[in-house]
C-alpha cells in the first residue's frame, strides 16, 4: 500500500525568509504527486503535481518541489514567504482508483 | 474560481439522525470522491465513484452511502449519525486519475 510521511507538524519561518515542507512517500510503482494548500475553513488547492519527466516541477504563488526516486521524497519549496502563505500543506500521492493518500500535514505560520 | 459546490457549509444534528451532503461540479470530470478530514487534519478517502464503478474504503461504516444522480453530482448520505462522524467531509472530481479538485467542504457536528 501507498504511503505519504510528512515529518513536520509544525514550521515557523518569518515572513521573507524561505521555506522547505518535506515529503516521503512510500510506492510500489513510480507514483504521481501531489502538494494541495488548505486555508483556514476551505478547501484544499492544488499548488502542483509530478507525472514524470523534470524533477523540479513549479507550482502556482512561486512554489516549487523536486522528487526524487532514490530518496522516496517530493520536498516542496518556496524563496521568499508570505504571510498569506500561513496554511496547513498536504503532501499526496495518487492510491490508483481508491483517490489519494495524504500526508498528515504541515501547518506553516508566517510572522512578520 | 470555485468549480466543485458543496452544501450545506455547515450541519448540526443529533445522534441517530439522518444527514444528507450535496455536491456538484461543473467541470465535466467523469469521477468523483468524498473524503473525511477529522479534527487533527487527518484526510482520509471514503468512496471514489464514476459511471462505471463504485470503489469504497473498507474502513467506512456501513451507514455512509454515496448517491449519485448523474456524472455531475455526488451526495453523501449518513444514515444514524455518530457522535465519531463530527469531521469536515470534502467531495472532489477529477477526469479519470488525473488532478482532483476540491469543494469547499461541509462541517458536520454531530451532538
Known amino acids: 500500500a501507498q504511503s505519504v510521511t510528512q515529518p513536520d507538524a509544525r514550521v515557523t519561518v518569518s515572513e521573507g525568509a524561505s521555506l522547505q515542507l518535506r515529503c516521503k512517500y512510500s510506492?510500489?510503482?513510480?507514483?504521481?504527486l501531489f502538494w494541495y494548500v488548505q486555508y483556514p475553513r476551505q478547501g484544499l488547492q492544488l499548488l502542483l503535481k509530478?507525472?514524470?519527466?523534470?524533477?523540479v516541477v513549479q507550482g502556482v504563488n512561486g512554489f516549487e518541489a523536486e522528487f526524487s526516486k532514490s530518496n522516496s521524497s517530493f520536498h516542496l519549496r518556496k524563496a521568499s514567504v508570505h504571510w498569506s502563505d500561513s496554511a496547513v500543506y498536504f503532501c499526496?500521492?495518487?492510491?490508483?482508483?481508491?483517490?489519494?493518500?495524504f500526508g498528515l500535514g504541515t501547518r506553516v505560520s508566517v510572522f512578520p | 474560481e470555485t468549480a466543485v459546490f458543496q452544501t450545506p457549509n455547515y450541519h448540526v444534528t443529533q445522534v441517530g439522525n439522518e444527514v444528507s451532503f450535496n455536491c456538484k461540479q461543473t467541470?465535466?470530470?467523469?469521477?468523483m470522491y468524498w473524503y473525511k478530514q477529522d479534527s487533527k487534519k487527518l484526510l482520509k478517502i471514503m468512496f471514489s465513484?464514476?459511471?462505471?464503478?463504485?470503489?469504497v474504503n473498507e474502513t467506512v461504516p456501513r451507514r455512509f452511502s454515496p448517491q449519485s444522480s448523474d456524472k455531475a453530482h455526488l451526495n453523501l448520505r449518513i444514515k444514524s449519525v455518530e457522535p465519531e462522524d463530527s469531521a469536515v467531509y470534502l467531495c472532489?472530481?477529477?477526469?479519470?486519475?488525473?488532478?482532483?479538485?476540491f469543494g469547499p467542504g461541509t462541517r458536520l457536528l454531530v451532538l
Open positions: 472532489a472530481s477529477s477526469w479519470g486519475q488525473d488532478t482532483q479538485y
Open positions: 510506492s510500489s510503482v513510480t507514483p504521481y
Open positions: 509530478y507525472y514524470s519527466g523534470d524533477p
Open positions: 499526496a500521492v495518487r492510491n490508483y482508483a481508491q483517490g489519494l493518500t
Open positions: 467541470l465535466g470530470h467523469d469521477t
Open positions: 465513484y464514476n459511471n462505471k464503478q463504485l470503489i
